[in-house]
């Protein structure tokens, strides 16, 4: 299998009973407890290919899973990316126009562009304003470990440590191309007790991301006491009990592509450790980018090597 060929082993779910909803938002339903509770937000297709994210959600809705407490809201988001789903042209999904993570700051959300993805979260942000915690479902390029992505806050490491899965943590600053919903807001604000987290659970098409979708969906859900364990455990997979020693990965810069042309020095696929400082990373127009530290962590290297987007970001093992 050459590096560019996929094996699509994930069928895209119909989503289509799911689009009425009950929020007045398509796609967009919410289930609210008796009991007082957090209202707790977890979405999926925030990138249209990511469909790990809409198997978790479909899994969830088919299984009549309620919240016991609080509020649970579930959210498809970039619809119209994911219409656009082929298995034989998987990577061309991710989004229509332009990426519907990169639109989260007040001034864009409030700003004069239109886009098919800033129509959809101008949509969708009135649920993300009112959730307290949210999770977001992604998954990645490469098959590599899957990765938690908690921000900067210690809240939300904090919670991706009482989820208690995946074993990497990783606490990050985000894309000089534009902040995340995971950041919007609460979510960013130290101030705020609002908690944001989001999950790459591996390739994009790999049954594997799937099954660590649905397990960290319902270790989410139990850790906030929205679902209780025997609620959801005839729905866990290999990791819905798993104990794993969880390890913290502080990001400390995204390598952002500043020229027309950037090649990567290697065939790096994510977490490799480059033991010497100044290790070459690649070329970006020629100029040679090396790794500022020892021991330094490529995360999640990008095949879409565009300007003004990240390369990748780099990292270093805090324990
Ligand atoms: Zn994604």
């Given at each position: 299998?050459?590096?560019?060929?996929?094996?699509?082993?994930?069928?895209?779910?119909?989503?289509?009973?799911?689009?009425?909803?009950?929020?007045?938002?398509?796609?967009?339903?919410?289930?609210?407890?008796?009991?007082?509770?957090?209202?707790v937000?977890v979405?999926?297709?925030?990138?249209?290919?990511?469909?790990?994210?809409?198997?978790a959600?479909?899994?969830?809705?088919?299984?009549?899973?309620?919240?016991?407490?609080?509020?649970?809201?579930?959210?498809?988001?970039?619809?119209?990316?994911?219409?656009?789903?082929?298995?034989?042209?998987?990577?061309?999904?991710?989004?229509?126009?332009?990426?519907?993570?990169?639109?989260?700051?007040?001034?864009?959300?409030?700003?004069?562009?239109?886009?098919?993805?800033?129509?959809?979260?101008?949509?969708?942000?009135?649920?993300?304003?009112?959730?307290?915690f949210l999770l977001?479902l992604?998954?990645?390029?490469?098959?590599?470990?899957?990765?938690m992505?908690?921000?900067?806050?210690?809240?939300?490491?904090?919670l991706a440590?009482q989820i208690g899965i995946?074993?990497?943590?990783?606490?990050?600053?985000?894309?000089?191309?534009?902040?995340?919903?995971?950041?919007?807001?609460?979510?960013?604000?130290?101030?705020?007790?609002?908690?944001?987290l989001?999950i790459?659970?591996?390739?994009?098409?790999?049954?594997?991301?799937?099954?660590?979708?649905?397990d960290v969906m319902l270790r989410f859900l139990i850790a906030l006491?929205s679902v209780?364990?025997?609620?959801?455990?005839?729905?866990?997979?290999?990791?819905?009990?798993?104990?794993?020693?969880?390890?913290?990965?502080?990001?400390?810069?995204?390598?952002?592509?500043?020229?027309?042309?950037?090649?990567?020095?290697?065939?790096?696929?994510?977490?490799?450790?480059?033991?010497?400082?100044?290790?070459?990373?690649?070329?970006?127009?020629?100029?040679?980018?090396?790794?500022?530290?020892?021991?330094?962590?490529?995360?999640?290297?990008?095949?879409?090597?565009?300007?003004?987007?990240?390369?990748?970001?780099?990292?270093?093992?805090?324990?």
């Amino acid at each position: 299998m050459s590096d560019l060929t996929y094996n699509v082993e994930l069928a895209a779910p119909d989503i289509e009973p799911y689009r009425a909803g009950n929020t007045g938002i398509e796609y967009v339903t919410n289930f609210a407890a008796a009991e007082p509770g957090p209202h707790v937000l977890v979405t999926a297709l925030t990138h249209g290919n990511e469909i790990c994210g809409a198997i978790a959600l479909d899994t969830l809705f088919r299984a009549g899973v309620r919240p016991r407490r609080g509020q649970l809201t579930l959210a498809f988001d970039n619809v119209a990316a994911y219409r656009e789903f082929d298995p034989r042209y998987p990577i061309a999904s991710r989004y229509v126009d332009e990426d519907f993570n990169r639109l989260w700051s007040p001034a864009t959300l409030d700003g004069p562009r239109h886009s098919i993805e800033l129509e959809r979260a101008r949509a969708l942000r009135p649920i993300v304003d009112v959730a307290d915690f949210l999770l977001d479902l992604h998954s990645m390029q490469y098959a590599t470990a899957p990765l938690m992505l908690a921000g900067l806050l210690p809240r939300s490491r904090e919670l991706a440590r009482q989820i208690g899965i995946p074993e990497l943590i990783m606490c990050d600053a985000g894309h000089a191309a534009g902040p995340r919903m995971r950041d919007y807001g609460g979510f960013g604000d130290p101030a705020s007790a609002k908690t944001a987290l989001l999950i790459e659970c591996g390739q994009h098409w790999e049954r594997r991301a799937a099954e660590v979708a649905i397990d960290v969906m319902l270790r989410f859900l139990i850790a906030l006491g929205s679902v209780e364990r025997d609620d959801v455990a005839a729905l866990g997979g290999p990791d819905f009990d798993a104990t794993p020693r969880q390890r913290v990965i502080e990001v400390t810069e995204a390598v952002t592509i500043t020229g027309e042309h950037f090649d990567f020095a290697g065939n790096f696929r994510g977490l490799e450790v480059l033991p010497e400082k100044g290790s070459l990373i690649g070329r970006d127009d020629g100029r040679e980018v090396r790794t500022p530290y020892d021991n330094c962590v490529l995360i999640m290297p990008s095949r879409r090597l565009v300007k003004g987007q990240t390369a990748v970001r780099l990292g270093r093992y805090l324990d």
